[in-house]
């Protein structure tokens, strides 16, 4: 997936992205440097990925929304100016999107995804999507799997939101510290005299479809016991995609009450159909979902940034396959769904 | 304002919001990633401060500065481009150093949060002794790299930031760095000390001659060297390295043939240093390694290939040249101030740390690490300080809700813990320690020195350094006797003289306040007759140290650990000040004193 890494870094390269060459190497910022990103709804989710993304410096990022600016985009979308309100999403964020980093190459595209043909999405080294309904997340990812391209999505609901990630198969490199004793001359006295050295290990993690991880089945023991853990992100994302795909829309701020009765529900039958305790799966997850709440777009969009960059450098082990931020514990972890 | 769509957060929270004043302390990685987010929330009213300008290196984070404003004041440029995400709300910027008489408790009262997002100590010491004064909820946040955190801190709920002694920076005995280096960071320290000697502010702490007082030299063997052009103090007795170097006009010859010839051959004769170390090889200028080799072929960025020693000598001549003329453009009894962007800064630092590597037997290093040691470099990228900042407005949220009881720390892992955790909070919020010289009812802390040696003058340093006071006043617990006073001439013509002096003996007790701090500590005097300068005694669980910090429980001894704040002292460059958590088998956090904060330490001599 990674073209020409062998071409130097320019100065001005060198100067604007040295904080990040200290952290992630050289070797990384050239792969980064020739790695083509899509970009999948440009809610305020979408604006955080594309923000982290582009500064980290990418060859190119193309922005794909059909959908409006709308007013409620502007609580976290902060690409798209508010006085654009009504016009595309993609096209109102470009220029805030390339005065970001005039090293990349930002482009946009209005088309809906179902418009789109399979070649489309595989001209690119990796696909992030958000905002989509299920069977089309499906769509984008199988298609990128066979051609093995690296595919992302991830929702912010309110504060609430998840990532999910299929690398397909996916090599890495590792660097682990090591310490050692030093000695310096015949007779060192020097009792401080340690050495860190810093070996990289060649790894390799294998996916799994996001229809694998969605329908995960929980009448297995090995989830079974996962249930102990008492984290119910996992179903919170079940019912707000099964949300989206029955309603076509997400929860709306202006049917707060009515919303959250459907939200309710739906989570009253999941309970009943993966046999899940009662109460499990509360109230107070369910009630902060309406819009998206900038904090939490920022968190989640800074977690599928901080992926993208992993999975385009083949550098540290990226997360295998969910992620999920609980903003009522305030924790953030990662879970394997579907293997 | 927050209205803009009701709906989004339950009444309360939208109404909390709506009239929230909220103080952002910092505009880079961080505090961009907070404004943003603050901004489009829609909290009506921001205040943000910092003192910085934009540098061509903030731009892979600081995302809302582009090209066109290098140079310019980041809270300023921060402020009009959040303004741009949402024109309906009100900010006020402040291109100034939060540390100032402008910023007293009266003005932090007026805000309902303050959010730290700072790169320095002495910075978030300040605050968070404001935020415990004007009795405003502060939230601490930092990242390093990969890793942050986000941290709440209330008076008399949660522990303040300077409720657990912090690692001491790290130190280097002056004998290591001016005789016997052993560590590449040994001679960038010297070289960057040779800086100061020659275009810097001279500070008699950073003398780069022989030290020919260091024990290890002393004994038979060692008399030879301490010769009768030593004085008692232990340094050469000569002029200032910078009188005569400016004698010879800066002739880059004559500089390396002194520095790394004859200084070399002074130090090899003091032999007893070099029993067991392998020793020091003095160079010539005229038969330099390197100088026909051929430049190999190499990949990577030009500032990672190491120098020969004559690229490196060559360097030392051309940036010698350049600094001498910069110097010389200044008005008389002006200075350089040392900066690793400042490329023959830079450049003198690399060659002349490489060249004393050379002689040592040390391993050279190319300029672009010798950046990051010499500069205290910490990485910072967008991604983690994205993730801090979210959570951090997260929780601001869930205060102004009134859920500050769940506001428990959060860490951000940089990779996630064996339960599969990236974000993992604290189960409650750690409780102030009651012993704490800052935040406790009665503050209280022991200063141990040798009353008989330490003056008023290094008194004041110590309550600077130590207790990071702006401007100290201290009064005899019980006499009301004016030691010392913050205001100018009243308590100067005491400086020379040491505490015994002034009558100040062993057990005796001094409130010290800060008027601009609101805060007052009450310190015991301690006699130590070995303490060659001050050290404070903390009844606070000392942190486990190391083997070469353990003599040292608290901030060290020569009253300098501390940064200072002003132009001397690079600060560090990324939103840092790190606590690196370990985790016990059952995934909970360990609690302090195993807990450290982590903070590139602006290096510092100590005296042997
Ligand atoms: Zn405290």
């Known amino acids: ?339 | 304002m927050v209205a803009r769509v009701a709906g989004v957060f339950d009444e309360k929270l939208t109404e909390a919001i709506a009239n929230s004043k909220i103080l952002v302390v910092g505009a880079g990685g961080i505090g961009c990633e907070i404004l943003k987010n603050l901004v489009l929330t829609g909290f009506p009213q921001i205040e943000i401060i910092d003192l910085d300008t934009i540098d061509v290196s903030n731009l892979n984070r600081q995302f809302l500065f582009h090209k066109e404003h290098v140079g310019k004041s980041k809270a300023q440029v921060a402020k009009d481009s959040a303004l741009s995400f949402n024109p309906n709300v009100n900010i006020i910027a402040h291109h100034d150093s939060v540390i100032s008489n402008d910023y007293g408790v009266s003005y932090f009262k007026q805000f309902n949060i303050v959010m730290n997002a700072l790169d320095n100590r002495v910075a978030r010491n300040h605050v968070n002794r404001m935020c415990l004064a004007a009795n405003i909820p502060l939230i601490e946040t930092g990242t390093a790299g990969y890793a942050g955190q986000v941290e709440l801190i209330k008076k008399g709920l949660t522990q303040c930031y300077e409720c657990q002694p912090k690692a001491p920076q790290k130190t280097f005995p002056g004998c290591t760095i001016r005789n016997t280096p052993s560590e590449p960071i040994h001679c960038i320290v010297w070289a960057k000390h040779l800086f100061n000697q020659l275009f810097g502010e001279e500070d008699p702490d950073q003398d780069v001659s022989p030290d020919t007082a260091d024990p290890e030299a002393a004994g038979e063997a060692g008399a030879s060297a301490l010769s009768s052009e030593s004085n008692t103090a232990g340094n050469v007795e000569r002029k200032s390295t910078r009188a005569w170097a400016a004698e010879t006009n800066y002739n880059p010859e004559k500089l390396f043939s002194k520095l790394f010839g004859d200084d070399i051959h002074y130090l090899l004769s003091m032999e007893n240093l070099w029993k067991k170390r392998r020793p020091p090889t003095p160079l010539n200028w005229n038969a330099l390694p390197g100088k026909d080799d051929t430049p190999t072929q190499h990949s990577g960025l030009p500032d990672q290939r190491v120098w020969s020693v004559y690229e490196c000598a060559q360097v030392f001549a051309a940036s010698c040249d350049a600094l001498q003329a910069d110097l010389k453009r200044r008005p008389e009894g002006d200075h350089l101030v040392w900066d690793k962007d400042e490329k023959s800064a830079m450049d003198f630092v690399t060659a002349c740390a490489n060249i004393r590597a050379h002689i040592f037997n040390i391993p050279l290093k190319s300029r672009f690490e010798i950046k990051s040691m010499a500069g205290n470099i910490i990485p910072a990228i967008a991604t983690a300080n994205a993730i801090v900042a979210g959570l951090a407005v997260l929780r601001a949220q869930s205060i102004l809700r009134g859920d500050i009881e769940a506001c428990s720390s959060v860490y951000l892992r940089p990779k996630v813990n064996h339960r599969g955790q990236l974000f993992v909070p604290e189960k409650t919020l750690t409780p102030p320690n009651p012993k704490c010289y800052v935040c406790a009812p009665k503050p209280e802390v022991g200063l141990a020195c040798n009353l008989k040696q330490l003056t008023l003058k290094d008194l004041t340093a110590a309550f600077k350094d130590g207790l990071n006071m702006q401007a100290p006043d201290a009064t005899v617990e019980g006499k009301g006797l004016v030691v010392l006073s913050s205001e100018p001439g009243e308590t100067d013509h005491n400086n020379d003289k040491t505490l015994e002096e002034i009558g100040l003996n062993d057990g005796c007790a001094l409130l010290v306040d800060d008027f601009l701090q609101n805060y007052e500590v009450r310190v015991r005097l301690q006699q130590e007759d070995d303490e060659k300068s001050w050290r404070l005694v903390t009844d606070a669980d000392a942190p486990k140290l190391g083997p070469k910090e353990e003599e040292k429980p608290t901030n060290g001894s020569n009253g300098a650990n501390e940064p200072k704040p002003g132009p001397s002292r690079s600060r560090q460059d990324s939103d840092s000040d790190m606590e690196i958590i370990e985790e016990d088998e059952d995934g909970t956090i360990v609690k302090p004193p195993k807990r450290r904060r982590t903070e590139m330490s602006d290096e510092v001599v100590e005296l042997c």
């Open chain 1, 1 to 339: 997936m990674v073209e020409n890494n062998e071409m130097e870094l320019s100065e001005a390269e060198a100067e604007q992205y040295d904080r990040q060459i200290r952290l992630w190497g050289l070797e990384s910022q050239k792969r980064l440097r020739a790695s083509k990103v899509l970009i999948i709804g440009l809610s305020g989710l979408g604006a955080e990925t594309a923000k982290n993304i582009i500064l980290s410096g990418v060859k190119s990022v193309c922005l794909l929304d059909n959908e409006k600016l709308k007013e409620i985009d502007l609580y976290s979308q902060f690409l798209a100016p508010p006085d654009k309100v009504g016009e595309n999403r993609a096209e109102a964020s470009l220029q805030r999107a390339r005065a970001l980093n005039p090293m990349v190459d930002v482009t946009s595209e209005t088309k809906s995804v179902d418009e789109l043909p399979d070649e489309y999405f595989t001209a690119f080294d990796i696909v992030c999507a958000t905002g989509l309904k299920q069977e089309q997340l499906e769509r984008i990812n199988n298609v990128c799997r066979d051609s093995n391209k690296k595919f992302l999505c991830g929702d912010v609901w309110g504060m609430y939101g998840y990532m999910f990630a299929d690398l397909v198969d996916h090599e890495y490199s590792e660097e682990i510290v090591q310490h050692k004793a030093v000695k310096r001359g015949p007779d060192d006295t020097e009792k401080n005299a340690r050495e860190t050295v810093t070996i990289t290990v060649k790894r390799r993690a294998i996916y799994v479809p996001l229809q694998n991880a969605l329908s995960a089945d929980w009448t297995k023991p090995e989830l079974r016991s996962r249930l102990r853990r008492g984290d119910p992100s996992y179903f919170v994302m079940k019912i707000l995609l099964r949300f989206r795909d029955e309603y076509n829309r997400n929860p709306d701020p202006a049917k707060r009450r009515t919303d959250t009765e459907i939200l309710l529900r739906m989570r009253d039958e999941l309970v009943k159909e993966l046999s899940l305790p009662v109460g499990f799966i509360s109230d107070a997850l369910l009630t902060d979902v309406f819009g998206t709440v900038s904090g939490a777009a920022a968190v989640v969009g800074g977690v599928i940034g901080q992926e993208v960059v992993k999975a385009v450098s083949q550098r540290e082990p990226p997360h295998n396959n969910m992620f999920f931020f609980n903003p009522v514990k305030c924790v953030g972890f990662v879970e394997l769904y579907g293997q």
